[in-house]
């Protein structure tokens, strides 16, 4: 089955900018999706389709994906965005049809 | 305003069933494809189901295969998940979410928690 990898945890100072990463086999031909989850909450989509945002997500969050890794940027990083953040493409070989990445927690030092 | 709302969730024994259930407002049910995801205590999403807006495909992952049933009755504006055999390891909360053609989910519901446990 189709696996993305993220690393565990990313620590970024207010201000600054956070840089996940979401790496899988060629991820670069597929279209990669991003969500945040808040502690009890259901995920919200940030980015969809490689670097595209739904109505109401914040210019600072964009996204990249090219070879075998994508990646999710925060710009100007506020302390409302510490959360978990989890990729995730449609991978019609796999039995996973929805395959998610093992997701990233970003803590805002 | 768009909504998912699910249902049906608490505790159950090994081996035991559950119907779980999710009812849509907002938009037009009918011409969104589904899915259910669940997430485990601690751990990330984990899809579990998906099913066309007309039902003609249904898909699931290897996990629940055999054990889970998707269906959905666009009448009702509603999306059910009958669990069967359920086992220690399918305690989680279940989500529904409405799938954009882009094959990603634009709407979550809040989530409903089971427990399978003696």
């Known amino acids: 089955s189709y696996v993305l990898t993220q690393p565990p945890s990313v620590s970024v100072a207010p201000g600054q900018t956070a840089r996940i990463t979401c790496g899988g086999n060629?991820?670069?031909?597929?279209?990669v999706h991003w969500y945040q989850q808040k502690p009890g909450q259901a995920p919200v989509l940030v980015v969809y389709?490689?670097?595209e945002r739904p109505s109401g997500i914040p210019e600072r969050f964009s996204g990249s994906n090219s070879g075998n890794t994508a990646t999710l940027t925060i710009s100007r990083v506020e302390a409302g965005d510490e959360a978990d953040y989890y990729c995730q493409v449609w991978d019609s070989r796999s039995d996973h049809h929805y395959v998610f990445g093992t997701g990233t927690k970003v803590t805002v030092l | 305003e768009v909504q998912l709302v699910e249902s049906g969730g608490g505790v159950v024994q090994p081996g035991g069933s559950r119907r779980l259930s999710c009812e849509a407002s907002g938009f037009s049910f009918s011409s969104y494809n589904m899915n259910w995801v669940r997430q485990a205590p601690g751990k990330g999403p984990e899809w579990v189901s998906h099913?066309?807006?007309?039902?003609?495909?249904?898909y699931y992952a290897d996990s629940v295969r055999g054990r889970f049933t998707i269906s959905r009755d666009n009448a009702k504006n509603s999306l059910y998940l009958q669990m069967n055999s359920l086992r220690v390891e399918d305690t989680a909360v279940y989500y529904c979410?409405?799938?954009?053609?882009?094959?990603?989910?634009?709407?979550w519901g809040k989530g409903t928690t089971v427990t399978v446990s003696s």
């Open positions: 389709d490689d670097s």
């Open positions: 979410a409405r799938v954009l053609f882009g094959n990603y989910m634009d709407v």
């Open positions: 060629n991820i670069g031909s597929k279209s």
């Open positions: 099913i066309s807006s007309g039902s003609r495909d249904i």
